[in-house]
């Protein structure tokens, strides 16, 4: 009998400890839910565990009939026995017995789900019972919080996402144990400086509410781990927004940020950082000393330029710079040896560094901007398999693009190519080659070369006619070649 295993894997989890435990509130992220319906003899035992990042099982997760895995909470949902009751189990192992009803909420319930429950206040009797440690109450129209929240002093998990919150009352404060706080999607118009009495908290959901400003208590969270502002009003964020030393995953995503403190590149433990759609104009000078940062996304802002030490970024994999204003790119930026995925679209480019070749890239895009030609360094680049410069000026292509042995796609629509370098047929693993709108008059036979394409655009060129070669591409789906300068016989292949 063959063993069959499905692998759910957890992208975005945060955990968080309960029952006084202390833990790494980043743990949960590591771990992929299993699915096994048979074990190691081949007998029918369907089953849910959890693995690690080296594929080993946790032992401590336990075994369930039913789970789902863990969310942002750092709670998993599982089940001991089929008809059986629901727990929250955290990243230590620990069961939480979960409610689903206020009216049958017992001293042996620690987890409260009233989640999409119509409802327009927090009941009551819900007040009464300090020993809850998660309170879910996403989803509802509750308007309001009462003073008597307070009293759940061992609650470590809040969820009041999707409501119609608008202020925040000082009793919400004093529940000093919390770890996890949700309001987003809320009405909320300024966070209370006395967010500072929240020491443990880990993460602090206020994605889409109306905030305008942080007040300078922010600072005073030293373990946050996980900021969402998104959609918000802010124009600005205090300076001491550079104390949040332990801060992971921060999103600024649509707000009205023009700059960001200098303090900002005191952000030692960043990353994960998000703050497309915003007007940003410079990056602080320091921005370059976020030795963690891993994926930065400033994507439709206005920058005019980077700054100079920005090459220190060292972990930095992922980067999407699409739609600023940027002309060049500093020297240093050629130092960002382990990036993987540039994105560098819809801006002012007129040439790339010499050494931009050196970056170590599987994947970029360059479309939309004023590029005349590429840095012959290009080729150098062994590891890139997606090449897309659409819409920029240029009239050739060095020789030694032929040396990018894994390139899968390339993409030079809406430029002014005359001519291609016979060595595009030396690209060997090449599916996609996408050449429309440019002046192309004919086509190089070493092309015939090219037995892994599968499609061809060449529309709106100066072709004259398609070589023989072409019908001779085993692997040769699609190919588009109306516009040109065929006989009309052939326009349509």
């Known amino acids: 009998m063959m063993l069959i295993r499905f692998f759910l894997v957890c992208t975005l989890c945060v955990g968080v400890g309960f029952a006084g435990v202390s833990q790494n509130p980043y743990t949960a992220r590591t771990f992929k839910l299993v699915y096994e319906e048979h074990d190691s003899t081949g007998r029918y035992q369907p089953r849910y565990f959890f693995i690690d990042e080296h594929g080993a099982k946790v032992a401590k997760l336990g075994e369930w009939v039913s789970a789902r895995d863990f969310g942002n909470t750092g709670l998993a949902i599982v089940k001991k026995e089929e008809k059986g009751a629901e727990f929250f189990l955290d990243t230590m192992g620990i069961l939480h017995r979960v409610c689903y009803h206020f009216e049958a909420i017992d001293p042996g319930c620690a987890a409260l789900d009233l989640s999409n429950q119509n409802l327009s206040a927090i009941p009551d009797n819900?007040?009464?019972?300090?020993?809850?440690?998660?309170?879910i109450l996403a989803e509802n129209n509750i308007n309001s919080l009462p003073a008597g929240i307070g009293n759940l002093q061992k609650l470590a998990v809040l969820d009041l996402g999707h409501n119609a919150l608008s202020t925040l009352p000082n009793a919400l404060f004093n529940l000093k144990k919390l770890k996890y706080l949700d309001l987003r999607y809320n009405e909320i118009e300024y966070l209370p400086?006395?967010?500072e009495n929240l020491p443990d908290l880990h993460y602090l959901g206020l994605r889409s509410n109306k905030i305008e400003y942080l007040p300078a208590q922010i600072g005073n969270l030293p373990d946050l781990h996980y900021l969402d502002l998104t959609m918000n009003q802010l124009v600005d964020l205090p300076v001491q927004f550079g104390s949040l030393e332990n801060l992971r995953d921060l999103y600024l995503v649509?707000?009205?940020?023009?700059n960001l403190p200098e303090t900002f590149g005191k952000l030692k433990n960043l990353e994960?950082?998000?703050m497309s759609e915003n007007q940003i104009l410079t990056l602080p000078d320091h921005f370059g000393e976020l030795q963690h940062l891993s994926i930065l996304d400033i994507s439709y802002n206005q920058l005019v330029g980077l700054p100079s030490h920005f090459g220190g970024l060292k972990n930095l994999t992922d980067l999407n710079l699409f739609s600023n204003h940027i002309e060049n790119l500093p020297e240093s930026f050629c130092h960002l040896k382990n990036m993987k995925s540039l994105i560098l679209g819809n801006n002012y480019l007129k040439r790339l560094p010499e050494q931009f070749g050196e970056l170590a890239l599987a994947r970029l895009l360059l479309s939309h901007?004023?590029?005349e030609f590429?840095?012959?360094?290009?080729?150098?680049?062994?590891?890139?398999?997606?090449?897309?410069?659409?819409?920029?000026h240029l009239s050739s292509l060095p020789s030694e693009i032929g040396n990018l042995k894994n390139l899968t796609h390339l993409s030079i629509s809406e430029n002014r190519l005359e001519h291609l370098p016979e060595s595009i047929g030396d690209m060997e693993s090449l599916t996609g080659l996408y050449l429309s709108n440019n002046q192309l008059s004919s086509l190089p036979k070493e092309m015939e070369k090219l037995e892994s394409l599968s499609a061809l655009e060449l529309s709106n060129n100066k072709i004259t006619s398609i070589p023989d070669f072409v019908s001779r591409l085993k692997n040769l789906k699609e190919i588009s070649i109306s516009g040109n300068l065929i006989p009309q016989k052939g326009q349509s292949v």
């Open 126 to 135: 819900v007040l009464r019972f300090s020993h809850i440690e998660v309170l």
């Open 254 to 258: 649509g707000n009205e940020l023009s």
């Open 193 to 195: 400086a006395q967010i």
């Open 272 to 274: 994960n950082l998000y």
């Open 369 to 371: 901007n004023h590029l």
């Open 374 to 392: 590429l840095p012959r360094s290009i080729g150098k680049m062994e590891k890139l398999i997606d090449l897309i410069a659409n819409e920029n």
